[in-house]
C-alpha cells in the first residue's frame, strides 16, 4: 500500500500573521479615511476663511498702531429749511412722542431728506424733544448727525469721514456695521474653529513622523501665556 506523509499541523503563530496583517491594514484605511476628511473640511473652511483672516490680521496690525497712523478727517455740514408742510407734521410726531424717546422719522421727511439733500436717514431712530429732533448717523469710518429745529424748521447737518483706514478698523470691531456684518463675523469665526480644530487633528496624526510638532505647538501656547504673565498687569 502507498504510504502518504502526515498532514502537517499549521502553528497557531502561523495563522495569526494574516490576521494581524488584516488588522492593520484595515487600521490604516480608516486612518486615511480620517485624514482625508480632516483634509477636506481643512481646505474648505480655509478657503472660506481666507479673505475675512487677510482682512482682520491687517485690521489687527492697524488698530494695534492706530495711534501711529496719521487720520484726517473729512468733514461737511449743510444747511436747510424744512417746508411748511413737513415741519407741521415734524411737530405733530414730536407732541406725540415722550420726551427723550426715540422714534424713527417720518417717511416723507425721510424721502425729501434723500432726495434734496442726500442724507439717508434710513431706519434710524430720532432723539425727540420739545424743541428740535436730534439723529445720529453712526457708520464704519465715519458718522454724521441731523438737527431739527422745531420752532423755525431749520436744519443742520455734519458728516464726518475719517478714511478707509478706519472704515476697516470699524469692521473688524463690527462697529456700526449692522446685523449682516454681525452675521458674517459669527460665521467667520465658525469657520476659522473648525479650520483650527481640523488643523490640530492633522498635526496629532501627522506627529509619529514630525518629532518637532507638538514643541512647536506647545511654543505657539506658551509664549502669549508668558507675555500675559509677565507684561500684563
Known amino acids: 500500500m502507498p504510504t502518504y506523509p502526515a498532514p502537517q499541523e499549521t502553528s497557531p503563530a502561523h495563522s495569526s500573521i494574516p490576521a494581524a496583517a488584516d488588522q492593520a491594514m484595515r487600521r ?16 474648505i ?4 476663511c481666507l479673505l475675512g483672516m487677510l482682512l ?7 488698530l494695534n498702531h492706530s495711534a501711529d497712523i496719521e487720520a484726517k478727517p473729512r468733514i461737511q455740514t449743510q444747511e436747510g429749511q424744512l ?7 415734524l411737530k405733530t410726531q414730536a407732541e406725540s412722542e415722550p420726551q427723550g424717546e426715540a422714534a424713527r422719522l417720518p417717511v416723507e421727511l425721510r424721502s425729501w431728506l434723500a432726495d434734496e439733500l442726500d442724507i439717508h436717514a434710513r431706519d434710524a ?19 454724521a448727525w441731523l438737527r431739527v429745529d422745531l420752532n423755525e424748521g431749520a436744519l443742520e447737518y455734519e458728516d464726518t469721514d475719517r478714511g478707509w483706514i478706519a472704515y476697516l478698523n470699524d469692521l473688524h470691531k463690527g462697529r456700526h456695521a449692522g446685523t449682516a456684518w454681525s452675521w458674517f463675523i459669527d460665521i467667520f469665526a465658525a469657520a476659522c474653529l473648525v479650520f483650527s480644530i481640523t488643523g ?6 501627522h506627529a509619529g513622523n514630525r518629532p518637532s510638532t507638538w514643541p512647536i ?11 500675559v504673565i509677565l507684561f500684563i498687569h
Do not use: N
Open 83 to 89: 417746508p411748511p408742510v413737513l415741519l407741521a407734521q
Open 56 to 62: 482682520f490680521a491687517i485690521t489687527g496690525i492697524t
Open 28 to 43: 490604516q484605511a480608516r486612518r486615511s479615511g480620517w485624514l482625508k476628511t480632516l483634509h477636506q473640511w481643512h481646505w
Open 45 to 48: 473652511s480655509s478657503a472660506l
Open 125 to 143: 431712530e430720532a432723539e425727540w424733544s420739545a424743541d428740535e429732533v436730534y439723529l445720529a448717523l453712526p457708520r464704519p469710518g465715519g458718522d
Open 217 to 227: 505647538v506647545g511654543l505657539g501656547v506658551v509664549i502669549p501665556v508668558l507675555l
Open 200 to 205: 490640530l487633528f492633522i498635526l496629532q496624526m
